[in-house]
């Protein structure tokens, strides 16, 4: 009744994916054999070192003015445009096929790469970090608020070209009202994904605490690693906090 | 007043005209009810009379100004002198009564003050009065999406009047609503009609509501005008042709 002849064909069809990207990736369980070496590795991670604290707390600050700055430059950007990529909002055919091209340019490359390149021309430090950051959600932030207005309730936006409001302004006081809870929503989502994505450019010598931890890695510092782990997990899930009170006071 | 010219709409891919050659004219007093069943034309009819919708051929004149002669800037000076109600109200979700009020007034006023909400102490007195006059007083401060039915429409009413408008069209304004409250509603409409010397029009499913408050009555059947005259001729036979369908053809009963 629930299964039909189909059904085989594609467990089949998924059993050999999974055996051949188990193949690809070198998947081996007997590797915990020497699961003891792992233990090892991490009571050197404990006790925590809080000696250099002070200065771990000011690089997660440049961590999250690094995000939010990057996230809320990149929202700024991409309100405006998301109405010409929109097709009941976009002034002409022609604008809305370009603009969304180039939105999905920008989200099509990835922020390590900006990343890359940034720091490679502008020096290292947090504000090529900034501009990976903004340019890569310019792209994603564009593409959802563009669908958030297309799928907002037209009738507003009829009744404010029926009391004889100029038509790019109905366009903005009927739609935005409607679509901010999500926009609000989806930006503090990338302010989170921001946040995990400036550690990624700290590696790669765009600062933050992202840059300490990969420091003291690398350095066998396992002791501040522990603490900058905890500090990370502690920034993401506070901004995580913030983010759904805001919801629920708009909301 | 508004007159119309052999109008007719076809939508795209569609073989029938939705709006097939009709033929009218209205005069400041009038209080026109539109008569048919779904998808007989009205909503279209009601939409090209301020522009919302364009006709493939035809014409509206305003004042003897062919409204789909004008550009952009031009209709919409004819569109701030037609108020309009909606079947879905069409309020601004998120603001307040009285902001969505206030914007009966954005055809008048600059872009640069609607987007600052700059208003003028009269506008928002008159909004105040507007908005007592429609009983929402109490409700004033409140969050459109928190008031019922007849509520929300009543802002959508006040809407309309903070345009001082010469017309008021109604897009099917009480098919929504329970038939006490469209009673009520009815009531204000007319009462507003008689105050300001209105042309109203308005879209109606129920044949009882529109004898009891029209002046005039118009049946649309699948896009053809198949009646236009005083309430009173509207008869048995008449309601019969306007609402049932072909001997050979089920379909849905209409509400009285």
Not at chain 1, 87 to 112: D, Q
Not at chain 2, 29 to 35: R, S
Request: with cysteine.
């Amino acid at each position: 009744m629930w299964f039909k002849r189909k059904n085989i064909g594609t467990v089949i069809v998924l059993i050999i994916l999974i055996y051949i990207s188990m193949r690809l990736t070198e998947f081996d369980l007997s590797k915990f054999k020497d699961f003891r070496n792992m233990i090892d590795f991490l009571s050197q991670w404990f006790p925590m070192d809080y000696s250099k604290l002070p200065d771990m707390i000011e690089d997660s600050f440049e961590t999250l003015a690094l995000a939010f700055l990057g996230s809320f430059l990149g929202l700024l950007i991409a309100l405006p445009i998301s109405f010409t990529a929109a097709w009941n909002t976009a002034p002409s055919k022609w604008i809305y096929h370009s603009s969304r091209f180039i939105l999905s340019f920008m989200r099509s490359i990835p922020e390590i790469v900006l990343g890359l390149i940034f720091l490679t021309a502008l020096s290292l430090g947090p504000f090529p970090a900034v501009l990976a950051i903004m340019f890569h959600n310019i792209g994603v932030l564009g593409k959802l608020i563009s669908e958030l207005i297309e799928s907002s309730d037209p009738g507003p936006q009829e009744a404010m070209k029926a009391v004889g409001a100029k038509k790019g302004f109905a366009y903005l006081f009927s739609i935005i009202p409607q679509i901010w809870p999500n926009v609000l929503s989806h930006y503090f989502y990338r302010f989170e994904v921001a946040i995990r994505t400036s550690l990624i450019l700290g590696f790669i010598g765009g600062g933050g605490i992202g840059q300490r931890l990969f420091n003291d890695f690398k350095t066998f510092q396992y002791s501040s690693v522990s603490l900058d782990v905890l500090i990370i997990m502690v920034m993401v899930i506070a901004v995580d906090l913030f983010g759904s009170h805001v919801r629920k006071r708009i909301i | 007043m508004l007159e119309i010219k052999d109008l007719s709409v076809r939508f795209q891919g569609n073989k029938d005209d939705a709006l097939s050659h009709i033929n009218l004219s209205f005069e400041k007093g009038e209080f026109v009810c539109i008569l048919g069943k779904s998808g007989a034309g009205k909503s279209t009819f009601i939409r090209c009379l301020n522009g919302l919708q364009k006709p493939t051929t035809g014409e509206v004149y305003w004042n003897n100004h062919s409204l789909f002669d004008m550009n952009e800037e031009q209709l919409r000076k004819i569109r701030r002198e037609m108020g309009m109600i909606f079947q879905h109200f069409n309020l601004v979700p998120r603001l307040t009564v009285m902001q969505n009020v206030l914007t009966g007034t954005f055809g008048y006023r600059s872009t640069f003050k609607n987007l600052l909400g700059l208003f003028s102490a009269e506008e928002i007195n008159r909004a105040k009065e507007t908005i007592e006059d429609v009983g929402l007083t109490d409700q004033i401060n409140r969050k459109v999406e928190l008031l019922s039915g007849g509520q929300k429409q009543r802002v959508g009413i006040a809407r309309a009047l903070l345009q001082q408008p010469k017309v008021f069209l109604g897009d099917e304004p009480v098919s929504s609503l329970d038939p006490g409250t469209s009673n009520h509603i009815f009531n204000l409409i007319q009462d507003i009609h008689n105050q300001h010397q209105l042309l109203t029009i308005i879209n109606v499913h129920d044949v009882h509501l529109a004898k009891r408050y029209a002046t005039r009555l118009i049946a649309l059947k699948d896009g053809k005008m198949i009646f236009d005259g005083r309430p009173e001729e509207f008869d048995e036979e008449k309601f019969h042709v306007t609402y049932h369908a072909a001997s050979n053809q089920l379909d849905e009963l209409p509400v009285h």
